[in-house]
């Protein structure tokens, strides 16, 4: 039982390329959530999806772009990477009546 | 404006000493209010969950309460044990559509044998 997981666990771009993080969970949640997580500060929701096919934006979307082509999967997409896009990025998924749970993290090295 | 502050920023303590961390929130209107552990490197991982009418709740040796009127949490560690060294994050429902949330800074604790 995976739970919830991300991919890759550590990068570090150059500014202005491009990447995408991938979010998979085996828990059938409906929710899928991506945060980034900054020293000092809680954890900020970037975008976040209520089901396949939708997404919708957060506290911090800008720079970003997210999918949801199918259930299990949650992408992340960096267009063209800033060095303030550097940070540790969170993907939580969730049932309509269960807790979050949480992957492992991606650390994200903007150069 | 909705907000989560938690109390203190770091802890240390000894092994085996009890402890507690506070959480003041802004958030309305309230939904719930859950605790998370952060071990370093790790993603957080659910302890409790309290709704409004729900004024304590304990998962082994930790011992959430709720105080809803003044908007005011506090997580009891009992017992501390040096894997309990971690960050433990507040977060704070509010009803809407799907609930939204806002997460604390965390408090970092540190606990030395």
């Known amino acids: 039982n995976a739970g919830v997981t991300q991919t890759p666990k550590f990068r570090v771009l150059k500014t202005g390329q491009s990447m995408t993080l991938l979010c998979a969970q085996d828990?059938?949640?409906?929710?899928m959530y991506w945060y980034r997580q900054d020293p000092g500060m809680g954890l900020r929701l970037i975008h976040y999806?209520?089901?396949?096919?939708?997404?919708a934006k957060g506290e911090v979307p800008d720079g970003y772009n997210v999918s949801r082509l199918k259930k299990q999967n949650f992408l992340l997409g960096l267009e063209s990477a800033a060095p303030s896009q550097t940070s540790v990025y969170f993907c939580?998924?969730?049932?309509?009546?269960?807790?979050?749970?949480f992957g492992q993290g991606t650390r994200l090295t903007v150069v | 404006k909705n907000q989560v502050e938690q109390s203190p920023q770091s802890l240390i303590i000894l092994e085996g000493k009890n402890c507690t961390l506070q959480?003041?929130?802004?958030?309305?209107?309230?939904?719930?209010l859950r605790w998370y552990k952060q071990d370093t490197g790790r993603g957080p991982v659910s302890l409790t969950i309290?709704?409004?009418?729900?004024n304590t709740k304990s998962n082994g040796r930790y011992t959430a309460t709720l105080d809803a009127d003044t908007k005011q949490s506090s997580l009891h560690i009992t017992a501390s044990q040096l894997s309990d060294s971690a960050s433990y994050i507040c977060v704070v429902a509010w009803r809407t559509s799907y609930d939204k949330v806002i997460f604390g800074p965390g408090t970092s604790l540190s606990v030395i044998p």
């Open positions: 939580a998924s969730r049932g309509r009546n269960t807790e979050a749970f």
């Open positions: 828990m059938n949640h409906e929710y």
């Open positions: 309290m709704t409004f009418s729900e």
């Open positions: 959480c003041n929130y802004t958030v309305s209107p309230f939904s719930n």
């Open positions: 999806s209520v089901g396949e096919g939708t997404t």
